[in-house]
């Protein structure tokens, strides 16, 4: 699986990794990561663009 990175609201610091992503579809078919924090274990989630979309496929 690909390594996805987001924003941590709870360290409010850019570029963290998404430990455990899985993508998943939102309610009008965008997809998405959803995962943890790396360092401090709260839950993360990144809208994917149509290009990571697509790589993970």
């Known amino acids: 699986m690909a390594e996805y ?3 941590c609201m709870k360290c409010k ?3 963290r990794e998404i430990k455990d ?3 998943v579809s939102m ?3 965008r997809k998405a990561a959803k ?3 790396a360092k401090c274990g709260t839950g993360m989630y990144k809208i994917l663009s149509k290009e ?3 790589k993970a496929a």
């Open 35 to 37: 995962g943890v924090c």
């Open 21 to 23: 992503a899985k993508v």
């Open 5 to 7: 990175n987001g924003y």
């Open 27 to 29: 309610g009008k078919g």
């Open 52 to 54: 990571e979309a697509a």
């Open 13 to 15: 610091e850019k570029g």
